[in-house]
């Protein structure tokens, strides 16, 4: 193999970035409810803690929890059964 050119590396640039933008678009929970695909929990989603009220922004997603930022911009960690056992998501439709 010869020596990279400047269009080389850009194009391996461009394939890793895209590349990294699939995994992380993969960390979305989705479901098919009444027949149509719904985001169950993604990043800036709104959620409600159902024994306080308190509204919180969901910053990022992992397959295991979620972190989650409060109205004043601070963030904590969530497990997912804590996030299902707690949190009421909003109902968001795909388009």
Do not use: C, H
């Amino acid at each position: 193999m010869g020596l990279l050119t400047e269009q080389d590396i850009i194009t391996l640039m461009r394939e890793e970035w895209e590349r990294n933008l699939q995994e992380k678009a993969q960390l979305t929970f989705k479901a098919d409810v009444g027949g149509k695909d719904k985001i169950l929990v993604a990043p800036e989603l709104k959620v409600q803690n159902a024994k306080s009220g308190i509204k919180y922004t969901v910053s990022s997603v992992s397959p295991r929890d979620v972190i989650l930022r409060t109205p004043e911009g601070e963030e904590f960690l969530v497990s997912a059964d804590e996030l299902e056992k707690d949190y009421l998501l909003e109902d968001v439709e795909l388009t």
